[in-house]
């Protein structure tokens, strides 16, 4: 079971939230905590549910106003909405970059300097050979 699956009824809801069901209700009314309906129409609460409820006692208990909450859980809501579509965007840009054709890789040089490589090819490597002498102190 994830957060968002319905499964309580609104007593189960109203005493994990710490609440009568006529609060519940109230809250449905007045579109702050809106669960989904059945068949026959009663109300199926989620654990998000549940916690949005927590967070109304909560805002509630510190004096604002349930117009107040409503519109603190609005932004909230349209934050995550847009944090995730942030979050899809910088995937999808990421996968077009790696996938784009003529992309760049960079590779270090001898002397540790930053080369630009077409995606595919390799470095050229110094085929010199250098040879070292210790200093003589004579």
């Known amino acids: 079971m994830d957060e968002l699956t319905q499964v309580f009824v609104i007593s189960v809801a109203a005493?994990?939230?710490?609440?009568?069901?006529?609060t519940l209700r109230q809250y449905d009314r007045l579109g702050l905590v809106s669960p989904t309906r059945t068949a026959g129409k009663s109300r199926r609460y989620s654990m998000?549910?549940?916690?949005?409820?927590?967070?109304?006692?909560?805002?509630?208990a510190e004096g604002v106003s349930l117009e107040g909450i409503r519109r603190i859980l609005e932004l909230e809501d349209q934050v995550n909405a847009l944090s995730s579509r942030v979050r899809e965007l910088e995937s999808a840009l990421a996968d077009e970059l790696l996938n784009r054709p003529?992309?760049?890789?960079?590779?270090?040089?001898?002397?540790?300097?930053?080369?630009?490589?077409?995606?595919?090819?390799?470095?050229?490597?110094?085929?010199?050979?250098?040879?070292?002498?210790?200093?003589?102190?004579?």
């Open 48 to 60: 998000r549910d549940v916690a949005k409820l927590r967070e109304v006692a909560r805002l509630g």
């Open 15 to 22: 005493d994990l939230a710490g609440m009568h069901p006529q």
């Open 102 to 138: 003529g992309r760049r890789v960079f590779a270090a040089g001898s002397a540790g300097e930053v080369t630009s490589l077409k995606a595919g090819t390799r470095m050229r490597r110094s085929n010199q050979v250098v040879v070292w002498r210790p200093f003589n102190h004579e």
